[in-house]
């Protein structure tokens, strides 16, 4: 157990100058006025056992909060503090030395002095007083160095924060602390699901991938079973059986018909299917395009069609001329015939030639008699009325010849005029048939060479030239026949030998068949493929070794759980005693006849949990006061301080105004308690209640050094004296 | 499993439900526990845990057999109560869990440290007992493929006949009475 006996301060908060408390008592009373330096002198041996650990938010202690080490006061401030602890190994020193950033980084330092006279400095000072300390500085804070905040969250009615703050008064933090950390960290449990979740997803996918395989299986089987393949048939043998029949059948096939044997090999191998299949196939097509007797079927079907299509040919040409009859015996029908139409029209041509003359005569006439009467009329200047022809006289005789000229020829006229138009439309009706006739001629001259061309034509194909005596039409038609003879036969020969390769492609069929469904088969070998894989090895291996983890997770959990029940157990049991009788002696409740702080364990966290009862097991939490809260706080504290054994970490105890609020019969009874701890711990007091003095002078019964503490100046810092 | 197995398997379970293939799987394991070489084998069909095997003094293993299609399986107070019976008599406390999926194999792990209630099979993996899994897979294999079309037709009735011709002990017959046959049923996980 390490207790204090030296402490050496230097420009710490409100310490200037170096300044020295010797702790060779077993009490150590600090006993000033407000803001004087007390607190100041505990708050270093805190520092300087944990340094920085004791200042900002984590500490959870409201002041300690932007927090200053340094004396603000001073021009050039530099902190030092030593502390001298000492234990059954020995005595060793504590140095921390900390001067603020005025340039560059502050600078922190530690230096420890070893028992057996080594230096150590920096981290692995840091490491080392650690291990020295085996304490976090919230248990100091909370089992050393009572602080409000400790009182605050015993006091508090939330139960969680009350267990908390008496796990630490037990000072059970290092359990808190690591089942805190392990849940800070990745759940692996979470981890687990969420493994155990993507592999389920991938087992889906495979169940998928095996039950379409297993379709695709049966569908092949099926197949194969129509092609009279049994599916206990469906193997390696069969398939290679199967291939060795098909070449054997190819071969023969090619023998037979003298064509050269197709280049395949005897198949022994299962993965050489595929390329004999193929091989096997172009044969086959290569046999269907090529097989004897084809080129001069096709030769003769190339020659029927021709003879077809001139028979064909001949046969629109009688009927066109069949047309072309009708239409001649039509018009003949109507008009007569052609000559008949033609001499009429020429009848016309002359008649309306004639008329055309006569029309000239008359008009010529006309014109004549017309000028020798204008002359008349214009050379006479009397009228003329004796006839210069035959000499008669007759009254007006210019117009009266006029007249007579007018009626006379202009009838003639008309009436060659009306003889013309009616030829004329005789004449336009006779044209349009004499066109027809016309254009029927041609087109019998165009049928005629026609006939012509096809007798050249069906010359060539026979080639001969026809002569008259040829009936090209039943020359055509006994071609034909002939053809078709050749033809048929032809294609029986082809047709069998077709028929033989179908078979030899039906077993080609079956043979890709069986190897489909081993194909298949092979395929729905999926799990034994994963399974095999070294990745699922390796998966395997890792789901093991996180199930082992989460496993072994699971018992570091529960075994810190039932440590820190049993160690919460083995310090409780002793100090009960000493708590209840703390506490009663603090109080004075004379309502609470015996106070037990009872461990119990959180049904949902495994924690510890405390309930504090009557001796009747009643809860008294809701009915405690806030006073009695605090005294039992300080019981705790003092009780298991009191009551710890050899093996505790800290032999002393700081108490920092521990009277406040007390009323004078409580100072004696905290006195008279704090006598008892004394038995077991060195106790560092510091205290600004002259009353409360008083009582520990009284009732203390361990030797006593006393710092007083006169007045601060923030130049010179506090005045202490040692009394 | 392997393809023919899981095949097999999930056939079983289509055929006969949840319940009835329970009780296939355990009749099933029992013949693969003769086939692995075990000498004395009880197979409970109603009461008790449902597989005993001993295959000399330091190995003599009682098993409950689970059969699930999920990520856990219900192991009872009863459960272990009955294994902890066994124990007494000297028999190591097995858990046999088949789930039916593809990639899962018949685990088989020791039960000291199993507590009771729904437990998910990824927690059993530390607790598995290697040897003896690797032992009975292919018996169980062999056990399944070979009894697959009589088990597919006759179920437990055939299988009861076949783990009496394998000189299996069977403790109660499934068939003595229909409420009986469902009382110690597989819980379907």
């Not at chain 1, 960290?185 to 389920?200: E, L």
């Not at chain 1, 007249?403 to 005029?417: A, H, P, S, V």
């Not at chain 1, 029986?492 to 080609?508: K, N, P, S």
């Not at chain 1, 009862?613 to 939490?621: A, H, K, R, W």
Request: hydrophobic content about 35%.
């Amino acid at each position: 157990m390490l207790t204090p006996t030296r402490l050496t301060v230097r420009g710490f908060r409100g310490f200037t100058g170096e300044q020295t408390f010797e702790f060779d008592s077993p009490v150590t009373i600090l006993f000033g006025g407000n803001h004087y330096g007390k607190s100041s002198t505990l708050n270093a041996l805190e520092w300087c056992l944990f340094g920085d650990k004791c200042k900002g938010a984590d500490t959870k202690i409201r002041e300690r909060v932007r927090w200053k080490i340094e004396n603000r006061h001073l021009e050039h401030p530099g902190v030092m503090v030593e502390l001298r602890l000492a234990d059954a190994d020995g005595e060793c020193v504590v140095r921390r030395q900390y001067l603020p950033a005025k340039e560059g980084a502050a600078k922190n330092e530690l230096e420890l002095e070893c028992p057996d006279g080594q230096s150590v400095s920096g981290s692995a000072a840091e490491q080392l007083l650690a291990r020295w300390l085996r304490s976090s500085f919230r248990d100091f804070s909370t089992t050393v160095y009572q602080h409000q905040e400790t009182i605050r969250g015993i006091v508090t009615q939330e139960p969680s924060e009350r267990n908390d703050a008496i796990d630490r008064l037990l000072g059970l933090s290092d359990y808190r602390n690591l089942l805190s950390g392990i849940a800070t960290r990745p759940d692996p449990n979470q981890r687990q699901g969420a493994i155990t979740t993507k592999f389920g997803a991938f087992e889906g996918r495979v169940t998928t991938a095996v039950t379409l395989v297993e379709r695709q299986l049966e569908e092949s089987r099926r197949e194969a079973e129509k092609l009279g393949v049994l599916p206990t048939r469906l193997t390696e043998p069969t398939a290679l059986e199967i291939a060795s029949q098909v070449m054997e059948d190819l071969q023969r096939f090619s023998q037979q018909l003298n064509l050269p044997p197709p280049p395949l090999g005897h198949v022994t191998r299962r993965q050489d299917l595929p390329a004999f299949e193929s091989s096997v196939q172009s044969a086959i097509d290569r046999l269907r395009g090529s097989m004897p007797g084809q080129d001069e079927q096709t030769a003769l079907y190339q020659r029927e069609t021709a003879v077809i299509a001139k028979i064909d040919d001949y046969e629109k040409l009688r009927r066109r001329k069949d047309d072309f009859a009708q239409e001649v015996r039509q018009l003949d029908s109507n008009h007569g015939s052609q000559q008949r139409v033609e001499r009429r029209m020429a009848e016309i041509d002359e008649s309306l030639q004639e008329l055309n003359s006569k029309e000239k005569e008359v008009s010529g006439r006309h014109h004549i008699l017309v000028a020798a009467l204008d002359y008349l009329q214009e050379s006479e200047t009397g009228q003329i009325n004796r006839c210069p022809v035959c000499d008669t006289e007759t009254e007006g005789l210019l117009v009266v010849l006029r007249n007579k000229l007018e009626t006379t020829l202009q009838g003639k006229l008309e009436g060659i005029r009306k003889a013309t138009a009616a030829l004329r439309a005789e004449r336009i009706v006779l044209e349009d048939p004499a066109k027809k006739y016309n254009k029927l001629n041609e087109e019998f001259a165009g049928l005629l060479d026609k006939k012509q061309q096809l007798a050249k034509d069906v010359g060539k194909l026979f080639k001969r030239d026809l002569t008259l005596q040829d009936d090209p039409v039943a020359l055509l038609k006994g071609e034909q026949e002939q053809l078709d003879r050749r033809l048929r036969q032809l294609q029986d020969l082809i047709r069998g030998r077709q028929e033989r390769l179908t078979q030899i492609q039906g077993e080609l069929n079956k043979l890709r068949r069986v190897r489909e469904a081993l194909q298949q088969a092979d395929k729905q070998k999926i799990i034994e493929r994963i399974k095999e894989s070294e990745e699922y090895r390796q998966l395997n291996e890792e789901r093991d070794r996180l199930a082992l983890f989460v496993n072994d997770v699971e018992a570091i959990k529960a075994a810190i759980k039932v440590a820190s029940h049993e160690e919460a157990s083995q310090k409780l049991d002793p100090a009960r005693g000493a708590i209840d009788k703390f506490f009663r002696q603090l109080t004075g409740n004379t309502a609470v006849q015996e106070i037990k702080v009872e461990l119990k364990q959180d049904a949902r966290t495994g924690r510890n949990a405390y309930d504090i009862t009557d001796g009747d097991g009643q809860n008294l939490t809701p009915i405690l006061s806030q006073g009695d809260l605090t005294a039992l706080a300080l019981a705790m504290l003092l009780g298991l301080a009191s009551a710890a054994g050899q093996t505790a970490p800290f032999g002393f105890v700081m108490l920092d105004d521990p009277s406040q609020s007390l009323g004078a019969e409580h100072k004696g009874n905290l006195a008279t308690v704090l006598d008892e701890v004394c038995k077991t711990r060195q106790l560092l007091l510091a205290t600004m209640d002259a009353e409360f003095r008083a009582c520990l002078d009284k009732r203390l019964t361990k030797a006593k050094t006393e710092y007083i503490f006169e007045g601060w100046t923030p130049s010179a810092g506090p005045r202490v004296l040692r009394k | 499993v392997t393809t023919d197995l899981y095949r097999s398997l999930r056939e079983l379970h289509a055929r006969h439900g949840a319940r009835e293939f329970g009780k296939i799987v355990q009749k099933l394991l029992a013949i693969a526990f003769r086939l692995g070489g075990f000498g004395r084998i009880v197979e409970r069909g109603v009461q008790g845990v449902d597989v005993d095997a001993d295959g000399g003094a330091r190995e003599r293993y009682t098993t409950e057999v689970k059969t699930t299609q999920k990520e856990t399986v219900l192991f009872a107070r009863k459960d272990i109560d009955g294994l902890a019976h066994r124990q007494r008599d000297g028999y190591r406390p097995l858990l046999a869990v088949l789930r039916l999926s593809p990639l899962s194999d018949l685990l088989i792990v020791h039960t000291e440290s199993l507590r009771s209630g729904r437990l998910h099979i990824a927690s059993l993996r530390p607790h598995r007992f290697h040897e003896l899994e690797a032992r009975l897979q292919p018996c169980f294999t062999r056990a399944v493929l070979e009894h697959f079309e009589g088990a597919l037709t006759g179920s437990q009735f055939y299988l009861d006949r076949v783990v009496r011709e394998y000189g299996i002990e069977v403790s109660e017959p499934a068939f003595s009475s229909p409420r009986s046959r469902g009382r110690n049923s597989v819980h379907p996980g």
